[in-house]
């Protein structure tokens, strides 16, 4: 199983970036997909989660209504719109795979992508 980060990159406060992780190396049919972020110094922190079969969504409360989770099932990719940044946004962004539905815990995910850097200037 691979998952593959990319968008990340700079960005003013108040701008939007689209993060995408492709994913491949099984049937993903089963499986939820989540972002998280790691600020410096910090823990890895949940941002949000999808089921990859209904595209049931959910949301850490610190993005909810800024940061939209989709999925393309053609292209086994999921995608992390992220508007209304802020520098507190600033991180790496990474990818996660596990079975069934998201949830908060770093430790509930199999499989993680390497990560992309996000910076969000003030």
């Known amino acids: 199983v691979q998952l593959v980060e990319s968008g990340g990159g700079l960005v003013q406060a108040g701008g939007s970036l689209r993060l995408s992780c492709a994913a491949s190396?099984?049937?993903?049919?089963?499986?939820?997909m989540a972002w998280f972020r790691q600020a410096p110094g910090k823990e890895r922190e949940f941002l949000a989660g999808?089921?990859?079969?209904?595209?049931?969504?959910y949301y850490a409360n610190s993005v909810k209504g800024r940061f939209t989770i989709s999925t393309d099932h053609a292209k086994n990719t999921v995608y992390l719109q992220m508007n209304s940044l802020k520098p507190e946004d600033t991180g790496v962004y990474y990818c996660?795979?596990?079975?069934?539905?998201?949830?908060?815990?770093?430790?509930?995910?199999?499989?993680w992508g390497q990560g992309t850097q996000v910076t969000v200037s003030s």
């Open positions: 996660a795979s596990r079975p069934a539905v998201p949830v908060v815990l770093t430790g509930g995910y199999n499989y």
């Open positions: 190396g099984r049937s993903f049919s089963s499986s939820a």
């Open positions: 999808i089921t990859w079969r209904a595209d049931s969504t």
